[in-house]
C-alpha cells in the first residue's frame, strides 16, 4: 500500500537555526497537509496546499513558517528561526481531490535546544 | 469553528473484551465528514474507520465500529475482542465535507486505551 514518507525521523537543532523537514506524499496524491503535535497534547492542523499555494494555515503558522513543493515529489516545512516551542512532532499527511481519508507519515519529532 | 471533545482521558479494557471510546463535536455544518485514528507508541498516525455524515449507516472495520447519532453530534468507537495490540491513543476527528481545497482536520485531544493480558 502507498505511503506517505517523511525525513529524518528525528531532527535535534539549536534555537535560532532553520529546519527543513521533508515529506514524500503517496504519488497520484495533489492535496498536502502539516500538522504538529506538541508532547501529550492534540494533534494541531498546521497548514494545507494545493496546486503550488497554501489553501489554508492556522494561528500557529506565522512567518517563521513555509511549505514548499520543490519537485514532483517532495514537500516541505521550513522553520526559519526555531523557538524552543517550536519542539514537536511534524506530522505531513496527504489526500486525493475529496479531501479525506488523509494519509499520515510517520513523523519528525523536532527537538529545539 | 468546530470542536471535538473526548472526554475520557485514559481508559482501560481486559483482552478480548469490548471497549468504547466516546466522542462530540459542534459544528453548524450538515455535511462533513467524521475519523478515528490510532496512535500507538511508535507515534504513527493510522486510520481507523471513518464515517460521512450524511450516511445514517454506521461504519464498520472488522472488530471496529461505531455509533453516529448526528443530532446529539456524538461518535464513539467499539472496539470488540479487544487485542494487546489495540494499545495506543485514538484520536476522533472532524472534517468538513465540500470544503474545496481547505481541507484540515480537527482532532479531539485523545483518549489513551491500555488493553491487558
Known amino acids: 500500500e502507498p505511503e506517505v514518507t517523511q525525513t529524518p525521523s528525528h531532527q535535534v537543532t539549536q534555537m535560532g537555526q532553520e529546519v527543513i523537514l521533508r515529506c514524500v506524499p503517496i504519488s497520484n496524491h495533489l492535496y498536502f497537509y502539516w500538522y504538529r503535535q506538541i508532547l501529550g497534547q492534540k494533534v494541531e492542523f498546521l497548514v494545507s496546499f494545493y496546486n503550488n499555494e497554501i489553501s489554508e494555515k492556522s494561528e500557529i503558522f506565522d512567518d517563521q513558517f513555509s511549505v514548499e513543493r520543490p519537485d514532483g515529489s517532495n514537500f516541505t516545512l521550513k522553520i526559519r528561526s526555531t523557538k524552543l516551542e517550536d519542539s514537536a512532532m511534524y506530522f505531513c499527511?496527504?489526500?486525493?481531490?475529496?479531501?479525506?481519508?488523509?494519509?499520515f507519515g510517520d513523523g519528525t519529532r523536532l527537538s529545539i535546544l | 469553528a468546530q470542536t471535538v471533545t473526548q472526554s475520557q482521558p485514559e481508559m482501560s479494557v481486559q483482552e478480548a473484551e469490548t471497549v468504547t471510546l466516546s466522542c462530540t463535536y459542534d459544528t453548524s455544518e450538515n455535511n462533513y465528514y467524521l475519523f478515528w485514528y490510532k496512535q500507538p507508541p511508535s507515534r504513527q498516525m493510522i486510520l481507523v474507520i471513518r464515517?460521512?455524515?450524511?450516511?445514517?449507516q454506521n461504519a464498520t472495520e472488522n472488530r471496529f465500529s461505531v455509533n453516529f447519532q448526528k443530532a446529539a453530534k456524538s461518535f464513539s468507537l467499539k472496539i470488540s475482542d479487544s487485542q494487546l495490540g489495540d494499545t495506543a491513543m485514538y484520536f476522533c476527528?472532524?472534517?468538513?465535507?465540500?470544503?474545496?481545497?481547505?481541507?484540515?482536520?480537527?482532532f479531539g485531544k485523545g483518549t489513551l486505551l491500555t488493553v491487558n493480558p
Open positions: 464515517q460521512e455524515a450524511y450516511k445514517q
Open positions: 476527528a472532524f472534517m468538513k465535507r465540500g470544503g474545496g481545497s481547505n481541507y484540515k482536520l480537527t
Open positions: 499527511a496527504s489526500s486525493d481531490p475529496t479531501g479525506q481519508p488523509q494519509h
